[in-house]
């Protein structure tokens, strides 16, 4: 299994301060009141894990992931998330005990994605995370109305869930790849 530990989340959506979110071995529930920012930490972990449909992340651009400022507060100028996740076990491909994936975005547009504080392609994350069960489509982050997704989903939808269980999605992507070589 690959466990998330933290989140640490900068100039992102509410969290223009940095904000750390830990997380245990087990369930983890946050609560608060309606606002206070529980789905943008859910946002956060799929925006690291790269996310570009600035939809899927509740905003018309992705520059809306950037704090926009309040009452007593500029807006910041870039959105920087961190996650750290346990490797303990050596499910993501990477030598090391602790895995930390960093996204950043300006609002010039310049962006970048770190793995351990070296600078990655989103290709390479994606492929990092591939059959993980944590990927940025992965079924393990399950927000509001997706149940009903699944319920309604055609058989083809259906099978993509099974394999990406499964995990055959690294394998056929390689397949796909190949081909077009
Ligand atoms: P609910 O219980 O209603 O689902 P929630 O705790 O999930 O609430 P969120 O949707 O995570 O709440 O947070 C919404 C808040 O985040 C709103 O107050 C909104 O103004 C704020 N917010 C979203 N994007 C930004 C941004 N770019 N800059 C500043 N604040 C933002
Ligand atoms: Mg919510």
């Known amino acids: 299994m690959v466990y998330l530990k933290t989140v640490e ?3 992102f959506k509410s969290f223009a301060d940095k904000t750390t979110v830990m997380f245990d071995e087990g369930v ?4 608060g009141p309606n606002g206070s920012g529980k ?3 859910t946002d956060a972990i799929k925006w690291v894990l790269g996310e570009q449909s600035a939809k899927s992340l509740r905003g018309g651009k992705m520059e809306d992931i950037i704090f926009s400022g309040a009452k007593d507060r500029n807006a910041t100028n870039y ?7 346990d490797n303990h076990e050596r499910n993501l491909s990477i030598d090391a005990d602790i895995v930390a ?5 300006y609002r010039s547009g310049d962006s970048e994605y770190l ?6 392609r989103l290709k390479d994350i994606t492929e990092l995370f591939l059959d993980s069960g944590l990927g940025r489509d992965a079924f393990s982050i399950i927000s509001q ?3 009903d997704q699944v319920l309604n989903a055609k058989p083809i939808e259906r099978r993509q869930l099974i394999e990406e269980a499964a995990g055959v999605l690294k394998y056929k992507k390689r397949k796909v790849e190949t081909e077009h070589k």
């Open 9 to 11: 989340a900068t100039g």
């Open 28 to 31: 983890t529930a946050i609560i």
């Open 39 to 41: 789905s943008n930490i």
């Open 79 to 85: 959105a920087e998330v961190t996650l750290t996740i």
């Open 101 to 105: 994936i960093t996204r950043k975005l």
């Open 115 to 120: 793995v351990n504080k070296q600078k990655v």
């Open 145 to 147: 109305g997706k149940v």
